[in-house]
């Protein structure tokens, strides 16, 4: 084996371990990707720390980085893939970068992870996010965290905050009925985050459900009622008032008791947005040419026995561009795509399966 | 052993399959939650009007599913001032509480403005007010006592709108009768009169009408009121109301084709018709 070489799409968590474990195993990647740095979204939006361990995202990302800025792959920064042609062995793909300057590469395979993107909670007008002060989104939360100014638009650190779940997410008015899976873990964490900042606030999440799960369990959900003294309430918000001195004022339903209606007023108020396949990913799709399932997300070739093959020969799939997922599992999605990559390009390995073909029946919205 | 009785027994009711309630019964809290003291009489009313809502061509469409999320009663402006709520109405749909609807409609189902935004903002894209609509139709239909109290004062409202189409007339804003419309509207109704005349629109002068349809039109709209069923629906709850309407309806019928004869045979001299028919 020499000269294989695989296309990699996107540098968050997923690409970068598919990069990384080709390189390892002697095949040449090229990585492009649309920012102009390497680390994907947990980098663009500058997360704090990660749940469960509660560990800072640099601990987990940088390796990541430094291992493939280490290991000599070509990598078009500031560049998105225009268009793939498919060539006896393999493909030519077309990287425009920001200039518009075209640039063509035969690689023998792809790998695309172009991930997600957060849920824009403007969409919900109802919750006036960007019209009324003190209201932000997880996403927004996770940088104020990480830089250490988590103030309110008075300039002080918040003394009650609410935490609303499922914005976005699990939610037919904007068509997403999935659940976006990690945001009560993210929520948690940064409840337990504000509550180590700022001691004496009070903090409650308006929650359906939570689902912190597996193993977060205790390590959040119990973790944050134990030592943190997190409130949880039952009941989704229905709208947001701005209220005097720059209070968020929520409207919802404590659902524990029978037509109990809360008007209350929070300094900061958080929505905990969720994911979506977002225009990046949809473009890399529509490129090459990959089936999206009912969620919008791009449909593995079998969801349970081939998760990171795509319905396309040739092209494989890793992390949040197949649906919601934590970062753990994007690196999991990495290293699976990349030895399968490593198995097409060696050896012509290509497993079959005729699930995508089959009509899969799903409840209609 | 205190056996459970007089309570309504539906198999499905996962209250029943508790395995200690043959023993124990219902609790207090319970007991007054399951409406025990309604008569037999009445709960096979009760069962009788909920299979017909069951069976009502839009039930399921309208009823999805419920996360119990609390959205609609939050965003609910009846909610705020009476003890009502669209997910309460809601659960006991879905969990088939024929004694609950029962209650719900002849207490709370009223209380609903028909603003729809419970329906707008549900996330499992319920049709809740749509729902509210399905159960107060019924109520009509069952001539429920509610029902007829609920429409009693409403009876001017009613035949306005079967007879000429519009709910609203000037004349309405009476200085007493809508004290929430605040000091502005008892000022405004001093006056009614000679507002109304200064209007430039030829059809707008009166106070006792809203607008003004031709008496075609006037009995093409009657006519589809009865023969689509609401005549019918209030029968039931009004029968006086109902008589009255029906005697206009058929003046007027002859009226129009009176003049339709006259105008058939050339004989039909326009002058002598008054302005509006209504003086006819």
């Not at chain 1, 993210?186 to 459900?209: C, F, G, L, N, W």
């Not at chain 1, 349970?304 to 690196?331: W, Y």
């Not at chain 2, 189902?109 to 707008?120: K, L, N, R």
Request: negative net charge; hydrophobic residues 35%.
């Amino acid at each position: 084996m020499a000269g294989e070489k695989v296309l990699v799409i996107g540098s968050g968590p997923a690409g970068l371990s598919a990069t990384k474990e080709l390189r390892n195993m002697g095949v040449d990647v090229v990585l492009v990707e649309r920012e102009s740095y390497l680390g994907g979204t947990p980098k663009k939006l500058k997360y704090s720390l990660l749940f469960p361990e509660l560990r800072p995202a640099s601990e987990v990302l940088d390796p990541l980085i430094k291992g493939v800025e280490n290991s000599g792959v070509k990598t078009y920064m500031e560049s998105i893939v225009e268009g793939i042609k498919e060539e006896d062995k393999g493909f030519t793909v077309s990287i425009k970068d920001k200039s518009g300057k075209i640039v063509n590469e035969k690689v023998n395979a792809v790998i695309a992870a172009s991930g997600f993107e957060h849920f824009d909670s403007r969409r919900k007008y109802e919750y006036g996010y960007g019209i009324i002060p003190n209201i932000y989104q997880i996403s927004d939360i996770e940088r104020m965290l990480s830089e250490n100014k988590l103030v309110t638009t008075k300039g002080t650190p918040p003394k009650r905050v609410a935490i609303l779940l499922c914005v976005g997410s699990r939610d037919a008015t904007v068509g997403n009925t999935y659940c976006s899976r990690v945001c009560c873990a993210v929520s948690t964490k940064q409840a337990m985050e504000i509550k180590e900042r700022v001691p004496d606030a009070v903090v409650h999440i308006y929650y359906m459900d939570i689902r912190t799960y597996g193993l977060m369990e205790d390590k959040l959900y119990w973790k944050s009622q134990l030592e943190y003294r997190v409130g949880y309430i039952r009941g989704r918000i229905s709208e947001f008032m701005r209220g005097p001195n720059d209070t968020v004022i929520i409207k919802g339903e404590d659902t524990m008791n029978l037509n109990r209606a809360l008007v209350v007023p929070y300094d900061m108020v958080i929505l905990a947005n969720g994911m979506e396949l977002g225009l990046g990913s949809k473009q890399v799709a529509k490129t090459l040419g990959l089936e999206l399932e009912e969620h919008g997300f791009v449909k593995p070739l079998d969801p349970d026995r081939l998760p990171v093959q795509s319905t396309r020969k040739g092209i494989f799939l890793a992390g949040a561009i197949t649906g919601p997922k934590t970062i753990s599992d994007s690196i999991t999605e990495g290293y699976a795509a990349a030895m399968k990559a490593y198995e097409y390009v060696t050896r012509g390995i290509w497993d079959e399966s005729d699930f995508a073909k089959k009509r899969i029946e799903v409840t209609h919205h | 052993m205190a056996q459970a009785k007089g309570i309504l027994q539906l198999p499905d009711d996962p209250r029943f399959l508790d395995m200690a309630y043959d023993v124990q019964g219902p609790v207090p809290e319970e007991e007054r939650n399951l409406l025990s003291n309604l008569n037999p009489q009445d709960r096979e009313i009760a069962i009788k009007f909920w299979e017909s809502v069951k069976s009502d061509f839009r039930f399921n469409e309208y009823l999805r599913g419920c996360l119990n999320c609390g959205v609609c009663t939050s965003g609910c402006p009846a909610a705020k001032f009476y003890d009502f709520g669209p997910r309460e109405m809601i659960q006991y749909m879905m969990r088939d509480e024929v004694d609950k609807i029962w209650e719900f409609t002849n207490k709370k189902v009223w209380a609903c403005v028909q603003c729809y935004t419970c329906s707008m903002r549900c996330p499992f894209n319920n049709e809740i007010a749509g729902l509210i609509m399905v159960l107060r139709e019924y109520a009509v239909k069952f001539a429920l006592p509610s029902a007829k109290e609920i429409l009693a004062p409403y009876r001017r409202v009613l035949y306005t709108v079967l007879t000429m189409g519009n709910q609203v007339t000037p004349d309405m804003i009476q200085p007493d009768s809508f004290p929430d419309w605040g000091p502005q509207a008892v000022e405004e109704s001093k006056n009614m009169d000679v507002y109304r005349k200064a209007i430039p629109v030829d059809l707008m002068q009166r106070t006792d009408i809203g607008w003004h349809p031709s008496l075609q039109t006037a009995v093409e709209m009657m006519t589809i009121m009865i023969e689509s069923g609401v005549m019918d629906s209030l029968k039931g709850v009004d029968k006086d109301l109902y008589d009255m309407i029906m005697d206009i309806y058929e003046e007027r019928k002859s009226q129009l084709e009176e003049i339709k004869q006259k105008w058939e045979k050339g004989e039909l001299d326009e002058s002598e018709l008054p302005d509006s028919w209504l003086d006819l």
